[in-house]
């Protein structure tokens, strides 16, 4: 399930807009309690959950519940600067020949979780770090 979720963010899947008479009032009531202060919120339907697309404290970001109202996690995109110092560092010291083409940072109940992808002008390559930990390889691929 979690990796479902992961690709389902990563992949950004275009999905039918609900508006929120289309969206379960369990997850109308959990949203609504979870983010008193959101502002500017638009839902998307997906085959087995629902996101909400809001704005909080000046930045855009992304919930993500099942039709019974549970919550399976948040995303927001970040800079560089926002990932732990331990991160930064060993995206220095390991990938210094690549760019940074997209950044998020993934929060469920199995902690953070944050997604980079890097290129250079053969590879483009997904890393993962679970936790504030190492940088792992999730997805690699050459260009052709």
């Known amino acids: 399930m979690k990796k479902i979720f992961v690709v389902l963010a ?7 807009f ?21 502002q500017q919120v638009e839902w998307t339907a997906g085959p087995d959950f629902y996101k909400a697309s809001f704005a909080m404290n000046g930045q855009q970001v992304f919930a993500y519940y099942r039709a019974n109202g ?9 800079s560089t600067a926002q ?10 010291k390991n990938y210094d020949g690549y760019w940074v083409s997209g ?23 997904v890393l993962k770090s679970s936790n504030g930990g190492n940088w792992t390889v999730f997805q690699k691929s050459s260009k052709a």
Do not use: C, H, W
């Open 70 to 78: 549970d919550l399976l996690g948040l995303t927001r995109n970040i």
């Open 10 to 16: 990563m992949l950004l899947t275009v999905s039918a």
């Open 83 to 92: 990932l732990p110092l331990q991160l930064q560092g060993k995206l220095k």
């Open 18 to 38: 609900a508006g929120e008479d289309k969206v379960s009032p369990k997850v109308l009531e959990a949203f609504n309690q979870d983010f008193v202060s959101a």
């Open 103 to 125: 950044l998020f940072e993934l929060a469920n109940t199995d902690g953070t979780s944050y997604y980079i992808t890097l290129e250079n002008a053969d590879i483009k390559m």
